[in-house]
């Protein structure tokens, strides 16, 4: 009976303090409301900006997030209230700087007053722990100087031969399907679209005769996808996943399946359990389930991986030999051990290195290469051209790493690749948030509401900067006129490293500052590799009209077919001189 009355009251206690927490939670959650909706928008100092005007609740993520409409919504803003202005968040409580001048975009990413916003790097770190993509500060600061040896030209010029060899395997399938004459979905989706609907091409005089007798459907962004998922899994941690051949490997399935939730972005409930993560443990939904699980597959998998990793350069170590092993795995963990023992990276931290790369590196350069074969189906003399430039390649260099020389020569596709990273950047833009009041240079002079003429915007902490990368690519200021044309030859007059075209490879596509992309160099010779092994053999010519969409990186969907997913279709024969 005592137990019993014990056991009640231990049960009432817990409930108390339940509600305790519950209610200490709500009026947390009141009192940031207000603040947000009544005590702080007043003295914004954002609210003296030119930038549109709209309803109180009204947002204009829209305008400055959907690419389809984010090229004209630019240029009108630009044109009514110059480069640097502010718009709406969640409505006019939450106002947002965005700037196109360079001025005030360098300053924002190399100042240490802003960093990512805590929402997006919880969303990170619950995906890949404590990877580099979510860390700020000194953390930040340490992770960057480990990975920095993995990404030196030489460092990635060593993992080129996983690139041949991947492209390879990719021309050889598609050989396959195109001697087979295989389908997929999209001959018959296709099929159903009125013919009116094809996107409009530049003509090639010497098409017909170059005209292919067996013509495939193939969703090129797809295959691609693959085949660079494959790369980082080997190149980063010496792993196959055998994606090209299947998607049936545990650990490839499980990323997959973490990353397509995370592209989906956040729905109301991922927002709220931002704010009250206990959400998340009492009511886990099928989503968030199936990220537990994925987890719990790549640690396992992964904990392996890096313990016999480890073994194996210790052993090195102890032999005094060279590494043998290139992969980006051993050299992190050749890094670490040279770091002082107190800001080493733990096992599993070097596991989150690689879920980033893997996250930050695969798709993104998946869909640059599809984008660069799309503008060259689009235009069969540059096709050509580039065809042509690449036939005079050594193919017969000694050795694969001879061939990165060889492909680094090429200047015409090193215009196409630019070009095409510049015309379609697979990350659209990035958020800032001001860790404390700031004073932002600007290289032109703002006239404030207030009719002020000012040199510097005034930034309250807390306040979000928008940085739009696809923006400053398509800037006419920096571009001229054409800045929407596809055309490489604008590459012939650019300067390396000219600040009036910022940006690793002259475009914003991988940013600049402390924060910027660290696989930059990866990405271009994965893009180079892949044109010069496949574009001598294919050819490439419009299937379907094709949009882009933005969720966290940009992607090819067909018009009117978003419900298929992304993809980007293409026309694919053997290609014969
Ligand atoms: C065309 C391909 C790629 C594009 C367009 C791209 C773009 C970007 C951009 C814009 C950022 C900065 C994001 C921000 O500040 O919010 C970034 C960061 C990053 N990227 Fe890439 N990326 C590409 C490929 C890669 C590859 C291949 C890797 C690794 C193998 C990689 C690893 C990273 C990492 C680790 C960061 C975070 C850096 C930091 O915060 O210090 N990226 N990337």
């Not at 990170?124 to 960057?144: C, S």
């Not at 980006?328 to 023992?341: D, W």
């Not at 490293?497 to 990405?523: D, E, I, K, L, Y």
Request: net charge negative; proline share 6%.
């Amino acid at each position: 009976m005592d137990v019993l009355a014990v056991f009640i009251k231990a049960l009432a206690l817990g409930a108390k303090a339940f509600g305790v927490y519950v209610l200490v939670q709500v009026l947390r959650g009141l009192w940031w409301l207000v603040n947000l909706l009544f005590i702080k928008p007043p003295s914004d100092p954002l609210r003296f900006l030119p930038g549109p005007d709209a309803h109180k609740m009204q947002n204009h993520f829209r305008e400055v997030m959907d690419p389809e409409r984010t090229p004209t919504t630019h240029e009108e803003w630009v044109k009514q209230y110059g480069k640097t202005f502010r718009y709406h968040g969640f409505g006019s409580y939450d106002l947002r700087l965005m700037s196109l001048d360079l001025r005030v975009v360098s300053h924002v990413l190399n100042s240490t007053v802003y960093e990512k916003p805590w929402q997006t790097r919880s969303l990170l770190t619950r995906l890949l722990g404590q990877g580099v993509f979510a860390m700020e500060g000194e953390k930040h600061r340490i992770q960057r100087k480990i990975i920095g040896p993995a990404f030196t030209s030489q460092a990635i010029k060593d993992i080129s031969p996983i690139m041949f060899q991947k492209a390879e395997e990719l021309k050889d399938i598609w050989c396959t399907i195109i001697s087979e004459g295989l389908k997929s979905k999209w001959d018959t989706i296709i099929a159903s679209i009125p013919r009116g609907a094809l996107p409009e091409t530049k003509s090639d005089p010497d098409m017909d005769e170059k005209s292919p007798k067996e013509e495939v459907i193939i969703d090129v962004a797809h295959w691609i996808s693959r085949a660079t998922f494959d790369i980082i899994g080997l190149a980063g941690f010496d792993y196959d996943f055998y994606a090209l051949k299947d998607e049936t490997e545990e650990v490839y399935l499980a990323y997959r399946s973490m990353f397509c939730s995370a592209d989906k972005g956040p729905g109301f409930k991922r927002i709220a359990e931002l704010f009250f993560p206990i959400i998340e443990k009492l009511w886990p939904d099928d989503g968030i389930k199936q990220v537990n699980a994925s987890l719990k597959t790549i640690r396992r998998r992964g904990d392996e991986v890096v313990s016999s990793k480890k073994q194996a350069v210790m052993a090195e170590i102890r032999s005094s030999k060279d590494i043998q092993d290139k992969d980006i795995l051993s050299l992190l963990i050749k890094a670490n051990l040279s770091e002082n023992q107190a800001q080493r990276l733990s096992d599993a931290e070097l596991l989150d290195q690689l879920s980033t790369f893997l996250f930050a590196g695969s798709d993104t350069t998946a869909v640059s290469i599809a984008w660069v074969f799309h503008y060259l189906a689009l235009d069969p003399e540059i096709q050509d051209r580039l065809r042509n430039e690449l036939a005079t390649y050594n193919s017969n260099a000694i050795s694969e790493i001879d061939s990165v020389t060889a492909l680094d020569a090429l200047p015409f596709l090193d215009a196409v690749v630019r070009e095409a990273l510049r015309l379609a950047p697979p990350v659209h833009g990035t958020i800032r948030v001001a860790m404390k009041d700031d004073l932002i240079p600007l290289s032109q002079p703002v006239v404030l509401r207030t009719n002020e003429i000012v040199n510097e915007v005034r930034i309250r902490k807390g306040s979000y900067i928008h940085i739009p990368i696809e923006g400053l690519n398509y800037s006419k200021d920096i571009w001229g006129e054409d800045a929407l044309v596809f055309d490489p030859d604008r590459w012939t007059t650019i300067t390396a490293n000219a600040p009036s075209h910022p940006g690793f490879a002259n475009v914003m596509s991988f940013t600049f500052g402390p924060h910027a992309c660290v696989g930059w160099r990866f990405s271009v010779l994965e893009m180079k590799v892949f044109i010069a092994s496949l574009l001598p053999h294919f050819a490439f010519a419009p299937a379907v009209e094709i949009k882009k969409y933005n969720a966290i990186i940009t992607r090819p969907y067909v018009e009117n077919n978003f419900e298929h997913g992304p993809a980007l279709p293409l026309k694919v024969s053997r290609y014969t001189a």
